[in-house]
């Protein structure tokens, strides 16, 4: 786990929504692993909205969704 991750970081990825593309304004817990896996792919951008794409990727790959679903805001 990185060092650097505190829990309002997961708390703020798990809420944080899709700024654009084909899953604009979906949570990113809520996007699909198979999209995911293709950002990892091709590369997450070098921002915020990029780490939590990678927080969301690692945590989709692991099968840990589950247990964050309780912390999205409605």
Same mark, same amino acid.
């Given at each position: 786990m990185n060092p650097d991750l505190n829990p309002?970081?997961?708390l703020d990825a798990v809420n944080q929504t899709m700024p654009f593309g084909k899953y604009q304004g979906r949570k990113l817990l809520e996007l699909p *692993?198979?999209?995911l896996v293709w950002f990892h792919g091709q590369?997450?951008?070098?921002?915020k909205l990029g780490r939590q794409l990678a927080?969301?990727?690692e945590v989709k790959v692991n099968g840990? *969704?589950?247990m964050l679903q309780?912390?999205?805001?409605?």
């Amino acid at each position: 786990m990185n060092p650097d991750l505190n829990p309002q970081d997961l708390l703020d990825a798990v809420n944080q929504t899709m700024p654009f593309g084909k899953y604009q304004g979906r949570k990113l817990l809520e996007l699909p *692993e198979p999209y995911l896996v293709w950002f990892h792919g091709q590369g997450f951008p070098n921002s915020k909205l990029g780490r939590q794409l990678a927080l969301m990727y690692e945590v989709k790959v692991n099968g840990l *969704e589950g247990m964050l679903q309780e912390l999205v805001r409605r």
